[in-house]
């Protein structure tokens, strides 16, 4: 049987890497050897997982240098060799071992006004958004964002400007823009147009290239930077 050698990140932000052999079998994922460290040579080892199925996004490291879903990500494709290094997401602190620390990231969501406002009661029936609707359909896929963070950890603005909102949060703010059933437009977009709004996107596509669900957060982006300045040639920002 082969093996691979897998340096694994251990420890909090000044932490190193260590070296384990796991046996490689066919149709293994990365999730698979983090799983085999875990349970047969380091019960010590810290990683995050829920789903496994590319459901939840919760077991997103960096793998070989690029974020990755591990569950849905096939050792034979990624692996340099019999080599494979595995980190915690990039821009994020971190917990221990592979575990990132969200919180950051889903600051920025709030920051971004990616909360949901509804003038509704409960006493209202319900309302109708028509599936064909020109603003339904430009976020037919932006809505199928899960939070992942991959897109983030890979965005090269972030890594220069931690202040930046990011393509999720950003993505989000899209989303609510065009839903016709939101109250908050006009606050959404004045906390995205700042200095580390979506005008600080260099549309490098980093964001695009990297989601597991093959969204494109860079489209989104570049539809607010029109809402934006839309709003701001009528006086409304």
Known sequence: ????????????????????????????????????????????????????????????????????????????????????????LNHLPVVKDLVADMSVFFDKWAAAKGRFQGARTRKDD????PP????????DEAIECIGCGVCYSSCDVVSWNPDYLGPAALNRAWTLYNDVRDTGQKARLAAVAGDAGCHACHTHMSCTERCPKQLSPTAGIAGLKRAVLTAALKGEL
């Open 1 to 88: 049987m082969s093996t691979l050698r897998v340096r694994v990140w251990r420890g909090g932000e000044t932490g190193r890497f260590q070296e384990f052999e796991v046996p490689r079998l066919e149709s293994q994922t990365v999730l698979d050897v983090v799983t085999y460290i875990q349970r047969s040579l380091d019960p010590t080892l810290a990683y995050r997982f829920a789903c496994r199925v590319g459901m939840c996004g919760s077991c997103a490291m960096t793998v070989n240098g690029k974020a990755r879903w591990t569950c849905r990500t096939h050792v034979a494709k990624v692996a340099d060799g019999d080599r494979l290094d595995i980190a915690p």
């Open 126 to 129: 319900f309302a109708r958004v």
């Open 132 to 139: 064909d609707s020109r603003r339904r359909k430009l976020v």
